[in-house]
């Protein structure tokens, strides 16, 4: 019989890796849960691609966020000298236990990475560099990458499969259709780079996108230097609360007036017409900086 096209193990790819994922989740009477996002990475090659992204060493210490069922996991933990992975679900993590209870550098945690402070997580990380890995489901990427950039400084790297809409917004220019919040956050951040499109036919169950995988490298300064970063990313979000509006209409809702508006951007040689999407970072900065000042 074939599977209904809303059943969340419909559409997975013939591998091995998706057969053994079958007999794994089989074993333990489990079903992977859509609300949550849960879509197995089951492609050998694309494993290889993390793993040689995240360069690691064995005194590395990696944050692995969802574990799943633990492919990825358990070749971290053969590469780093301690892998901490973050799994929400409690059925899953009672599967990891079990099916990697060998691997004695390895912690398991039941928690909601959006709860977790990582500063109190990665306080006893000593030498070696600190990384991250995650594939991180749509409905909380942004939230995610977000959290992760707010601890930045525990990381050196950071390599994220995402879907290739977020992908493409990430790493985005000025005066593009996708350009926009988080291209910002992440590009004042990190240095983003592609590692490699991941077709949907590499999960189990397969999504109905592709996705992306990037490496995101620690800045050791923010790209641009700014006298207040809140009041810059307030800026950033009130140029793109209305894509479609003049930088002399979208800036109105941080307390200004129409004409110290024009006024403002007229002294920086920045068109009061442009809109949000054709701002470079340092012309937000410029921006940021001048109405604090």
């Known amino acids: 019989m074939n599977p209904k096209p809303d059943d969340p193990q419909a559409g997975a790819p013939n591998s091995k890796l998706a057969r053994k994922s079958r007999e794994i989740l089989s074993k333990y009477g489990l079903r992977l849960r859509k609300s949550l996002g849960q879509n197995l990475l ?4 694309i494993f290889e691609e993390i793993i040689a992204a995240l360069d690691l060493r064995q005194d590395d210490w990696v944050l692995e966020i969802g574990s799943g069922i633990g492919f990825l996991t358990s070749k971290l933990a053969e590469k780093a000298g301690r892998v901490v992975a973050i799994e929400i679900d409690p ?3 009672f599967l990891l236990r079990q099916e990697l209870k060998d691997f004695t550098n390895l912690d398991l945690i039941e928690a909601d990475i959006l709860k977790v402070d990582l500063d109190q997580l990665m306080r006893h990380a000593e030498g070696g560099r600190q990384k991250a890995a995650a594939n991180l489901p749509y409905y909380i990427t942004s939230p ?5 950039l707010k601890f930045k400084h525990n990381f050196t790297r950071l390599v994220i499969m995402v879907q290739k809409e977020v992908g493409k917004r990430i790493l985005s220019r000025p005066g593009t259709k996708d350009y926009g919040v988080l291209s910002i956050a992440v590009q004042y951040h990190t240095e983003p780079r592609l590692v490699t499109y991941v077709d949907r036919k590499s999960f189990f169950p397969s999504p109905a996108v592709d996705s992306m995988v990037l490496t995101l490298d620690i800045l050791e300064q923010p790209r641009v230097g700014l006298k207040d970063e809140g009041f810059f990313f307030k800026v950033v979000k009130a140029a793109f609360s209305q894509r479609r509006k003049m930088l002399r209409g979208s800036l109105r809702s ?4 129409g004409q110290v508006i024009i006024d403002l951007l007229t002294e920086l040689g920045i068109d009061p017409a442009r809109r ?3 701002l470079s970072l340092e012309e937000f900065a410029a921006i940021s900086d001048r109405i604090r000042q």
């Not at 089951?42 to 090659?45: F, H, R, S, Y």
């Not at 995610?144 to 992760?148: E, S």
Request: proline share 0%; glycine share 16%; charged share 25%.
């Open 42 to 45: 089951v492609d050998e090659g």
């Open 91 to 93: 059925k899953l993590i």
């Open 144 to 148: 995610v990458i977000m959290h992760l």
């Open 254 to 257: 941080l307390g200004l007036e």
């Open 276 to 278: 949000g999407e054709t």
